[in-house]
Nanobody, 125 residues
Framework: QVQLVESGGGQVQAGGSLRLSCLAS????????MGWLRQSPGKEREFVAA????????YYADDVKGRFTITRENAKNTVYLNMDSLKPDDSGMYYC??????????????????WGQGTQVTVSS
């Protein structure tokens, strides 16, 4: 099974930036699509960004498109989420996750089968 560890969360003022990192267990990373999802208190987990295992395909939620960038560094078994121009609505627990099936909708949280423990992001007004 895939083991995922997120880091890089913190507290930032609106308009600021953060870079989240997700380290996957060795030997299991390149065969999966990778995604970032988030959850705020009282809300269900929602899709943020994803990158396919090959081909360079990326996907973003409408609200973060143009502000967030997902990248992969397969040699280091790591995926990143660069977040710019952060808004208070971006606050929440951010999770790194993996998807295996090419038939699943990568924008659906249900497509992901392995999850990290999450890293907290707090954006103040």
């Amino acid at each position: 099974q895939v083991q995922l560890v997120e880091s890089g969360g913190g507290q930032v003022q609106a308009g600021g930036s953060l870079r989240l990192s997700c380290l996957a267990s060795a030997g299991t990373f390149s065969g999966y699509d990778m995604g970032w999802l988030r959850q705020s208190p009282g809300k269900e987990r929602e899709f943020v960004a994803a990158r396919r295992r090959s081909g360079g395909y990326t996907y973003y939620a409408d609200d973060v498109k143009g502000r967030f960038t997902i990248t992969r560094e397969n040699a280091k078994n790591t995926v990143y989420l660069n977040m710019d121009s952060l808004k208070p609505d971006d606050s929440g627990m951010y999770y790194c996750a993996t998807a295996r099936s090419l038939l699943s909708n990568i924008r659906n949280p249900g497509a992901y089968t392995s999850w990290g423990q999450g890293t907290q992001v707090t954006v103040s007004s």
